[in-house]
């Protein structure tokens, strides 16, 4: 991502997070689900997803394994698998992992 669009979408992330914590928003609640559901499906390493539920990455492994979390995903042009963690935490959820025990 160019570093002006990355710039202008963290200043405006911001500004709407104001805006939801003084209870100023005029964005609708379903809006506000869409944003929320883009930003959580953010692809991540195992490694940061392992970070994210509180376990080791060898146990994130043997998760997967197990089907109690999702596959990574290849993406051409990379050697590491990706994860998203709308799908990590709705697994954690269901079965109960790491910090959402």
């Given at each position: 991502m160019?570093?002006?669009l990355r710039n202008s979408l963290g200043d405006l992330l911001i500004e709407v997070?104001?805006?939801f914590k003084t209870n100023t928003s005029d964005i609708e609640e379903e809006q506000a689900l869409k944003i929320f559901t883009a930003i959580l499906h953010e692809p991540v390493s195992k490694e940061r997803?392992?970070?994210e539920l509180n376990i080791s990455p060898s146990r994130?492994?043997?998760l997967v394994a197990d089907g109690k979390l999702?596959?990574?995903k290849k993406?051409?042009?990379w050697k590491?698998?990706?994860y998203y963690l709308d799908e990590i935490i709705e697994y954690a959820k269901k079965y109960k992992i790491g910090k959402f025990k």
């Open positions: 160019k570093e002006d997070g104001n805006k997803a392992a970070i994130f492994d043997a999702p596959k990574g993406k051409l042009g590491e698998l990706r």
